[in-house]
């Protein structure tokens, strides 16, 4: 069972991150900051491998919410080798999520409600990391 923490270093108080469940074992790990540092991100996956999620966290309140959510009907959800599977760009409103939905891995932006506004790469391939 995964449990995170909120720690404010100067006061040394602590506020625990509430996540909705997810009805099946998994196991979620940190992922960054969101812009601004009002919010964290997490990645969480089903134990079977055929849910994947993207949860945004209230800095403040500690309130976690899903904002991206993929599913394998059959076989598992693929994620990406590497660290890059969401990134937090400074100056737009929004995230990149990494994805192999197509069958190749490839990037997509989202705004911070987990709209997909574009696909931003295309082709028979996988698309890497950004720099």
């Known amino acids: 069972m995964d449990r995170f923490a909120i720690i404010d270093v100067q006061t040394r108080r602590h506020r625990w991150i509430e996540l909705p469940p997810l009805n099946a074992e998994g196991f979620t790990f940190f992922v960054s900051w969101a812009q601004n540092d009002t919010?964290?991100?997490?990645?969480?996956?089903?134990r079977e491998l055929r849910v994947q999620q993207l949860l945004l966290v209230d800095a403040t309140t500690g309130a976690g919410k899903v904002v991206v959510e993929e599913r394998a009907d059959a076989g598992w959800v693929k994620w990406p080798s590497g660290p890059q599977t969401v990134i937090f760009p400074e100056g737009i409103p929004g995230f990149l999520l990494r994805s192999?939905?197509?069958?190749?891995?490839?990037?997509?932006l989202y705004d911070f409600r987990g709209r997909e506004?574009?696909?931003?790469?295309?082709?028979?391939?996988?698309?890497?990391?950004?720099v």
């Open 100 to 108: 192999n939905r197509s069958g190749f891995f490839h990037w997509y």
């Open 117 to 130: 506004i574009r696909r931003l790469t295309h082709g028979d391939f996988d698309a890497g990391a950004f």
């Open 39 to 46: 919010q964290l991100a997490f990645l969480r996956y089903s």
